[in-house]
């Protein structure tokens, strides 16, 4: 048997290349790469702050699963069932957002944000008399503080002293949420 001593050769060096390492995606700060491994001991992101930012992008049905992945973490508190019956009303799911910040509100009587947002549903539902008393609640619970609870108490009041009010001024209501003290503004005048 005659060896092929070229093609012999070619074929070894085309095996030790095949088998050797090619390196890999870098790994390094710049790198263009995503990092190769997944670090599964760090803690997961907070569903309700990833929820948060989503419902302030408008992002309402992504953030209502993010709130949901937050009440399997947590449970139903009250910032999770104030947070998923607001992601619900701006879907325009009064019904469900109404039932849900009752809830909150049954789970923490003195959680402003949620009496407001119920305050929100009762009014775009145009019950102004339960509306008005509910933003009340809301302003006396948060002292005053919240300018959104202030200027939605105020647009009760002249919806209920004058009805017409609604079609002079097209004012939306202001969604509150409560994240290291801070109450955000969710709608857009």
Not at 2 to 28: K, Q, S
Not at 128 to 135: I, K
Request: net charge negative; proline share 4%; aromatic share 6%.
């Amino acid at each position: 048997m005659r060896l092929n001593w070229p093609g012999l050769a070619l074929a070894v060096i085309l095996l030790a290349t095949a088998c050797a390492p090619t390196g890999g995606f870098r790994t390094t700060g710049d790198s263009p790469f995503a990092p190769s491994g997944v670090d599964r001991r760090q803690d997961s992101v907070d569903g309700l702050i990833v929820g948060h930012r989503l419902m302030a992008a408008g992002e309402y049905e992504l953030a209502l699963k993010a709130y949901y992945r937050a009440a399997g973490e947590r449970g139903l508190t009250v910032d999770v069932l104030s947070a998923v019956g607001s992601a619900n009303l701006m879907l325009g799911r009064l019904g469900q957002a109404e039932a849900l910040l009752r809830q909150a509100i049954e789970a923490d009587e003195t959680f402003p944000p949620a009496w407001n947002n119920l305050g929100v549903v009762l009014m775009e539902r145009g019950e102004l008399g339960e509306a008005e008393r509910v933003f009340r609640t809301a302003f006396a619970l948060d002292s005053g503080s919240s300018t959104q609870i202030r200027d939605n108490l105020r647009l009760a009041l002249a919806k209920l002293e004058n009805p017409a009010y609604d079609q002079q001024n097209n004012t939306t209501f202001a969604l509150v949420r409560r994240g290291s003290g801070e109450y955000q503004l969710l709608a857009t005048p």
